[in-house]
């Protein structure tokens, strides 16, 4: 591994004979922690990579991204140097468009991406006015306390919450500042998953994405708000499971 793709790259539990790659993508404010249950999960039969982005955690004293082609550029610049195996990109909020965004890059590339599983959000081209980046640290902070996908440890501590702003923002203002011509598509297949109560992405926004895919498209959605996910692992896990070893039913 590479000294670039260890900053990058996170595997709680390596493989030993893994067939396939799962890479996953954190929310805005997130980070590779966030995914550990996958990794725990599947990781003996999967190479589960769990990517931390800079600014945050050990990478904190590094300045975070705040232009989406930026972070997507330098995830297809890792991504494109691996071993070939299929590859799976998984991504919740802004990581659904950076999971879009690098797969279009590695499929322009002659990369083949075996599939893109995005959650919580909404299709590429649908637009809110959203400024969350532009508010001041006391805006910032009531955003991360009305959302539950922040670590309770993080809302308790004043000074941990204040310190996590500055990549908060970043992200913000990366997939905030983000747009997408409506020509934009992957090869692949792609599954999206919402939560029915999701109060930043409707059903009819999230299920846009179909139209931004050559391949099959699979919409399945959860009880719950943004971070819907989380209440839900065990069916998600399953989804993703039997797409990664090839037991799922093939999509129309």
């Known amino acids: 591994m590479s000294s670039v793709e260890s900053q990058w790259c996170r595997r709680y539990v390596p493989a030993q004979n893994p067939t396939a790659r799962l890479v996953c993508l954190p929310h805005a404010g997130g980070s590779a922690p966030f995914f550990h249950?996958?990794?725990?999960?599947?990781?003996?039969?999967?190479?589960?990579?769990?990517?931390?982005?800079?600014?945050r955690q050990d990478r904190r004293t590094e300045p975070p991204i705040t232009d989406m082609s930026v972070l997507a550029d330098r995830m297809a610049e890792i991504l494109r140097e691996d071993d070939g195996l299929?590859?799976?990109?998984?991504?919740?909020?802004?990581?659904?468009?950076?999971?879009?965004?690098?797969?279009?890059?590695?499929?322009?590339?002659?990369?083949?991406v075996a599939r893109i599983v995005l959650s919580g959000r909404r299709g590429p081209c649908t637009h809110r006015d959203e400024a969350l980046?532009?508010?001041?640290?006391?805006?910032?902070?009531?955003?991360?306390?009305?959302?539950?996908?922040?670590?309770?440890?993080?809302?308790?501590?004043?000074?941990?919450?204040?310190?996590?702003l500055p990549a908060l923002r970043a992200d913000y203002q990366a997939v905030e500042c983000y747009t997408c011509d409506t020509a934009a598509s992957v090869n692949c297949p792609v599954?999206?998953?919402?939560?029915?109560?999701?109060?930043?992405v409707?059903?009819?926004?999230?299920?846009?994405?179909?139209?931004?895919?050559?391949?099959?498209?699979?919409?399945?959605?959860?009880?719950?708000?943004?971070?819907?996910?989380?209440?839900?692992?065990?069916?998600?896990?399953?989804?993703?499971?039997?797409?990664?070893?090839?037991?799922?039913?093939?999509?129309s």
């Open 37 to 55: 249950p996958v990794a725990t999960a599947l990781g003996r039969e999967v190479d589960v990579v769990a990517v931390q982005y800079p600014g």
């Open 133 to 164: 980046h532009l508010l001041d640290d006391a805006g910032l902070i009531a955003e991360l306390r009305s959302t539950s996908g922040t670590l309770s440890i993080l809302l308790d501590d004043e000074e941990l919450m204040r310190a996590a």
């Open 202 to 251: 409707t059903l009819d926004e999230a299920r846009q994405w179909a139209r931004h895919t050559t391949g099959g498209f699979e919409f399945e959605v959860y009880p719950g708000g943004h971070f819907f996910l989380t209440r839900h692992i065990e069916p998600i896990l399953g989804l993703l499971r039997g797409h990664l070893t090839g037991t799922s039913a093939t999509l």
């Open 86 to 112: 299929p590859l799976t990109l998984f991504g919740h909020s802004l990581g659904a468009v950076l999971a879009f965004e690098t797969a279009r890059r590695l499929e322009a590339e002659g990369r083949p």
């Open 191 to 200: 599954t999206v998953l919402t939560g029915d109560q999701d109060p930043k």
